[in-house]
């Protein structure tokens, strides 16, 4: 099925580093959400935009959907150990009327003490 | 809120043996859920939709005879991996939103099926 162009694909950093990540798709979305995915379980919600050019924190993590709908990032600041993780972007299609999600191929984010 | 959560966490089957897996939304009522696999190190792919009341949606080059899925109430959703054989292995995770079909997917634990 479609995924989104996520990238970078995997990134090693440093505590108390910052860390940034897009996603880019050929078609306009009305809906950008970011998960992080720890080993075994399930993805987690962490932000979910709704608006183009809207920005929106949740502690750390900020994220904003891009201007021309077709573009979101994440930013994590002053990364920790426990960011460790697999972080996915979604998004539907504005042409969807299923509400279907499409998923980016993730980024592994590896954090050194 | 938006809890979703799916049950066994992990199951060991032999071939030719048949696994369900439940996923409930325990706070908020789902006429939609979504079950995805997922193989390691590789993103999320969406398997089919299983609708209350009705049929379920399957994606293109899923097997619905193989993946049987039954969502008999407002809180559950089943899928049942019939005559399993071990290319079925994976980690299968459902998901649910608790509002219209704008609103975020919350996911499962999921379930890792190890067929031998």
């Known amino acids: 099925g479609q995924q989104l162009n996520q990238s970078p694909q995997s990134m090693f950093i440093q505590e108390g580093e910052d860390v940034s990540m897009n996603c880019t798709s050929s078609s306009i979305f009305n809906t950008w959400l970011w998960y992080k995915q720890d080993p075994g379980e399930g993805p987690v919600l962490l932000i979910a935009?709704?608006?183009?050019?809207e920005l929106t924190s949740n502690g750390r993590l900020t994220a904003q959907f891009g201007i021309t709908r077709k573009d979101s990032f994440l930013n994590i600041s002053a990364s920790i150990p426990s960011d460790v993780g697999i972080y996915f972007c979604a998004g539907r299609r504005l042409s969807s009327n299923t509400g279907k999600l499409i998923f980016g191929q993730g980024t592994t984010l590896q954090v050194k003490p | 809120g938006a809890v979703v959560s799916q049950h066994p966490s992990r199951v060991i089957c032999k071939s030719g043996t048949s696994v369900k897996i439940e996923c409930r939304s325990l706070d908020f009522q789902a006429t939609t859920m979504f079950w995805y696999r997922q193989f390691p190190k590789q993103s999320l792919m969406l398997m089919a939709t299983s609708n209350e009341g009705s049929k379920a949606t399957y994606e293109q080059g899923v097997e619905k005879d193989k993946f049987l899925i039954n969502h008999a109430s407002l809180t559950l959703s089943t899928l049942t991996v019939t005559s399993a054989h071990p290319e079925d292995s994976s980690f299968y995770i459902c998901?649910?939103?608790?509002?219209?079909?704008?609103?975020?997917?919350?996911f499962g634990n999921g379930t890792r099926l190890t067929v031998t």
């Open positions: 998901s649910a939103r608790p509002g219209d079909y704008n609103s975020p997917l919350h």
């Open positions: 935009l709704y608006k183009a050019g």
